[in-house]
């Protein structure tokens, strides 16, 4: 992932599962890269959340992570891979919540 304090937002789309492929989306991904922007301009994690919290989004970032790569070195197919990508973007944000830091 990008640094947000010094690099831009990397557009991705992707064509969207639930849709059959029909239409293109970015699940997210824009909207987390600026929550992480706002974090990280407010002196990152261990200045906007407890310490608690911080590691509680720690672990469930890195177990969110395995989980997505799992699913794209088992073979899955690409709905299954697109599906567990949405879930993780949608994990993280609920887990920065919107808070404003």
Request: aromatic share 8%.
């Amino acid at each position: 992932a990008s640094d947000p304090l010094v690099a831009s937002y990397k557009r991705f789309v992707f064509k969207n599962a639930e849709e059959g492929g029909g239409g293109m989306t970015n699940y997210g991904t824009l909207e987390l890269w600026h929550r992480w922007r706002e974090i990280a301009l407010q002196g990152g994690l261990k200045r906007c959340y407890s310490r608690d919290d911080k590691d509680k989004i720690k672990k469930v970032m890195q177990e969110a992570e395995v989980q997505a790569f799992s699913a794209i070195t088992s073979g899955s197919d690409i709905h299954q891979i697109d599906l567990s990508f949405k879930s993780a973007v949608e994990q993280e944000l609920a887990l920065l919540g919107t808070k404003k830091p």
